[in-house]
């Protein structure tokens, strides 16, 4: 087209300006054409480069589950069977489809073809342990650990055919060397942690421990959660002494674990009580932030009846949960000794404002149900709501026998004396022995006008506690000699 010589006539003249006058020369064509066959191993790599592309197309087209895929690599890997990402896929799509003798074949052979190659080696540890070849795969693992003892996954394979053998021992000694060796050592600690909690789930608690503990041993910031973790295990295997020594350890770490201090304290107030109280005292001044250590103290003060102190406990609890904007949430459990303490403290309507709160979270708690209906019938307060409150909770658990006795207890309050007998005497058959409710029984035989059975039932009450000054005082005025009631006896009705 002209426009195309036009545009092409200035580069030509300048071209033929730079030749000279002379006439325009060009090269001759050798003599010899130019030699573009490939040998031996040009033909191989081109040959496998076409078979790796044929196979990569079907594997996009058809998916590795295609046999026509698996064909194509398997012609890819036989081309050039020296090359680890030919072969090494070749047996990926083979172990895919389930056929891990074919998978395994190959892996042999490109570990022929290339002996140093630590991922096949690790690929063929695989495949032998997946035909239970068990001690091949183990032999193929420390090949790979000796061609590249920087990588954690072989000591992983070879650590879990270990296991797999129930040679704990020796899976432990192979975490250890990889993790001495392995400068990343989080995959490594994974494992050891992974396995150390199969073994617990399976009530292995010694072998798990020792598992954990080569996980410990290189990652320190684990022991004051594992010394918890480790109590646990021994608690629930009955071995408490164990148990108190990894709490013992877990309270000198720092930080300071809340989980420590609190059940090393759950374990010395069954003994005591003193000595809990003291723990949870240091847990206080290591973490005066964490609401847990103070409801532990304040549920341990009102066990131990300093019920003013307990509820200030409580109290600072309830103001650190408030803080923490919703992330932490008091459970039924603190109303219901929070409200304990305030009853036993004299606070009754600071009391029952806690346990209505309590109710309003959690509706469906008898036991602050049962608690808050018999502390307002004791006073006399609030006797319908009492009587709404006892039904409900009995609903929930209907042969509760303290929960019986509340409800005579409102019958007794609202003068229906004949349904408070009826209700407090099937309690003392439900609970036998049980002061209180005797003392209620008696109670209910006096303002029915029977004397005598009341004098029996308070006499049995005051065998059972001689503490109860109440019915002390309601036999004197019956003219009976209390200090003749044999103590502690359990008398017939």
Known sequence: MPGTLLRAAPALC??????????FRYAAPPAQPPEFALDAEGLRLARALAEYGDALLSENESGWDDPATAEWWDRAAASDPGRP????????????????????????????????????RLALALACEAANALDRAAAECRAAIRLKPEAPTPYIRLAGIHFRRNEYRAACRVLEAGLKRVENKTMLTAACVSHGARLASAGQTDRAVRCFDVALRHDPSLKPDFHVFYADLYREKGDTQRARRYLRKAVRLRPPQPEAFLRLADYYSTENLAKALALLRRAQDLIPADPRVHFAVAFMLTADERFEAAVTNFRRAEELIAGTDGAMRMNDRFYLYYGAALERSGRINEAAQVFEDGLARFPDCHEILNYLAYMWADAGLELEKSMAHVIRALKLEPDNGAYVDTLGWVHYRLKEYPDALREITRASQLIKDDPTIIEHLGDVYAALGQTARAIAEWRRSLALDSSNANVAAKLREQNVDVESIPRGAKTSP
Do not use: M, S, W
Request: hydrophobic letters at 40%.
């Open 14 to 23: 300048l071209a033929l300006a730079c030749a000279g006058c002379g006439t």
């Open 85 to 120: 990402r030919l072969y090494l896929r070749a047996a990926a799509v083979h172990f895919q489809r389930g056929e891990t003798d074919k998978a395994r074949a190959i892996l042999e052979r490109g570990r022929d073809a290339n002996p140093r190659h630590a991922e096949t």
